[in-house]
């Protein structure tokens, strides 16, 4: 009689694309979702038991066992397992990679989940059977014991009056006993403060977030700087939490967390937990668990939050919808916001997309009707937002880059006890040294770019590769050593306000001045106190902070971005302007913006600045329908690398012919990329634009199979990026 063979497939954490089957021993029972460990060629890996019961694509012979089965039931539930799926075929990414950025290190490794689920005390049978007269030596262990007696309870309870000493105590005696329990479902314990009274746009925002409870509906809630938002996400997550659902808030960068914690922690007395690239994999796991049970209510948290398990899922927020870190730049290039869609489509809850800018894709799937657009038009405050007032530079003297007018503003606004922030989004002292006697510029010896000048760490800094060295003494074509800075970043700024304005304090906020851990919290919390400061940093800036004290904005130079080739860049220059100025005039006073350029004329500035975002954002969409470019239509962009220039040319002409098969699909390039070197390889792009996405993703498959054939794709890295966002 031939034996039943049984063969399961698992997803395992490797960069392949294609299935692997495996053999199941007669003694093993397992269902889908759980995790297994299997051999692999030399290794041994835990996967992910993905299907039951396959025909294996190999012969049965050739199948090897599992090893061993590591969960009784599901880490990865259905819902999950759907979601990942359809990542991996929407980005055309291979699943193991897809699983690797969605599960929490610990989960990976096979660690017990029982280890990390909370421990609790109860009595034995002998302890139970046992009297308060037993312990007239020891009144503590009489105490535990008489607490155990009642109930069993968990240790971060018993811990607050009982020394371990005590509890060993009882244990070595056999009267009580350590259990794992898992953690129970939150329970909502009202509002810790009353909500505030809704402005009549911000009412009818939250009644269509309530109508829409238990369905999926995409909204955008396009609401001004100020105008509120926060506080239409937080009224629309009351009702859920009293309903004891669940509710997911991403936010786009870590820095944002902290502030929103503690709003969010103000207003409800229930568990909110954050989840970012900061915690520690202990941590990461305890989330992972606690949103799988249900004890946590809400979890903030950054991109791969949104692959966070949860019991009941309510409500999905993504605030700041519009910021590039949503899309993950490397490895697995999802969209946090398009997967979240996806995610809210499968718990069939509704997803709410907040922003003063939003994104053209949102704004798209607006005017498509397929998300309900939700406006919030003025500031809760009531107060104006703030003018914006052009500052022409050519033909002024200027002081460290700043202008008369500007400086006397500063002047004026700092005398007045408020304070003045300062956006310059170049990091560092300056973006260059150069030589005085021939021109020669600090250039980085890996990429087709200049180096940044840390004046503070005394050395040239590439900001693309990250690669450093000292300070040059000489000039490397003349050996002169007139080495001078030119222009102006952050650093340099800082100490020239510090020159000008001695009096006042000076908070600096950038990559480099956050670094440390805390950093950027207490830089916040400097800011967040009274009286007059001068506030100077990078886009940071721009990133949706409250800055209540901040009456005067000035945007010392944004020149740079007007003229790049990426068709995106007058969408990021609008919504990077906006949002800047939009930190003036949030407290109880005025606001004003300066914005200083020597292209005061420029069409783009222009219409930002008289028109608003709004307005301009639906003109620039416009264009890009005229101009056939995403989001009306699909992009997906292949990247290929080498040390040598002309075979990722070659590797992308061979694709660019196979796609010529294709007649519905538009190709541009190859092309070099902006950075045309970086980290010592030469880059380069081939976009592929298609009015359907179905046209482009079938062209797609066809092609990852044909790719993996051609020898010259095995010598250079090459990658895929649907959707992309940089180009
Ligand atoms: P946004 O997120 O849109 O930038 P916030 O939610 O931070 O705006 O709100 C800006 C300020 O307005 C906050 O200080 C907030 O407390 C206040 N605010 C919001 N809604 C109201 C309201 N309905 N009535 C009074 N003040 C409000
Ligand atoms: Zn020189
Ligand atoms: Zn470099």
Known sequence: MEAVVTAIRVALPVPLRQHFDYLLPANMQVQIGCRVRVPFGKRELIGIVWQLDVTPEVAAEQLKPVLAVIDQTAVLPKLLRQLLSFAADYYHHPL??????????????????????????????????????????????????????????????????????????????????RFQTTPEPYQFQGLAEPALQLTADQALAVTALNQAQGSFKSFLLEGVTGSGKTEVYLQCIAPLLQAGKQVLVLLPEIGLTPQTLSRFAQRFQAPILVWHSNLSDGERLQCWLQAASGAAAVIIGTRSALFLPFRQLGLIIID?????????????????????????????????????????????????????????TARASGQALPKVELIDLKQQVLQYGLAQQTLQQMQQQLQAGKQVMLFLNRRGFAPALSCQECGWLTECQR???????????????????????????????????????????????????????????????????????????????????????????????????????????????????????????????????????????????????????????????????????????????????????????????????????????????????????????????????????????????????????????????????????????????WQLDVDALDL
């Open 96 to 177: 193991g990679e897809v699983l690797t950025a969605a599960l929490p290190a610990l989960l990976r490794e096979g660690r017990e989940l029982s280890a990390y689920q909370p421990t609790s005390y109860r009595l034995t049978a002998e302890g139970a059977a046992a009297k308060l007269s037993d312990f007239s030596r020891s009144p503590k262990q009489a105490a535990l014991w008489q607490a155990l007696s009642e109930q069993a309870l968990s240790e971060t309870t018993l811990k607050t009056q009982f020394s371990s000493n005590t509890l060993k105590q009882l244990i070595d005696k056999g009267l009580i006993t």
């Open 320 to 376: 700041e919808e519009h910021d590039l870190s949503l899309k993950q730049q490397d490895g697995f290039r999802y969209h946090a916001r398009d997967l979240a869609i996806k995610r809210a489509a499968l718990e069939i809850c509704p997803i709410l997309l907040g922003s003063a800018t939003p994104s053209l894709e949102s704004l798209y799937n607006c005017q498509q009707g397929r998300f309900i657009h939700l406006q919030l």
């Open 447 to 717: 990429c087709s770019a200049f180096t940044t000048y840390h004046k503070h760490s005394r050395q040239l800094v590439c900001h693309h590769c990250g690669a450093t060295r000292a300070v040059p003494r000489q000039c490397g074509g003349c050996g002169s050593p007139r080495l001078a800075p030119v222009g102006q970043g952050t650093e340099q700024l800082e100490e020239h306000l510090t020159t000008l304005f001695p009096d006042i304090p000076v908070t600096r906020l950038d990559r480099d001045s956050t670094r440390r851990k805390g950093a950027f919290a207490s830089l916040l919390s400097e800011i967040e106190q009274a009286g007059p400061r001068l506030i100077l940093g990078t886009q940071m800036l721009a990133k949706g902070h409250h800055f209540p004290f901040v009456t005067l904005v000035v945007i010392v130079d944004v020149d740079g971005a007007l003229y790049s080739a990426d068709f995106r860049a007058p969408e990021q220059l609008g919504q990077l302007l906006t949002q800047v100025a939009g930190r003036a005039g949030r407290g109880h006073d005025k606001g004003k913006v300066l914005l200083q350029t020597q292209h005061p004329e420029h069409a783009l500035l222009q219409d930002i600045i008289l028109n608003g975002y709004a307005a301009f954002a639906r003109s620039a969409l416009l264009e890009r329908q005229q101009t056939f470019l995403p989001p009306c239509q699909h992009l997906a962009l292949f990247r290929a690398e080498a040390h040598q220039s002309e075979p990722c040319q070659q590797l992308l002409q061979q694709l660019a012919t196979f796609c010529q098969q294709y007649p519905s699909v538009q190709l541009l390039g190859p092309l070099l990329s902006p950075l045309e070197r970086k980290a010592g390889k030469y880059r380069w792009q081939l976009h592929l634009y298609a009015k359907h996405r179905p046209q482009l993703h079938q062209l797609l498959s066809a092609l990852l199979i044909e790719i993996p054939k051609w020898p010259l794709s095995r010598k250079i890295k």
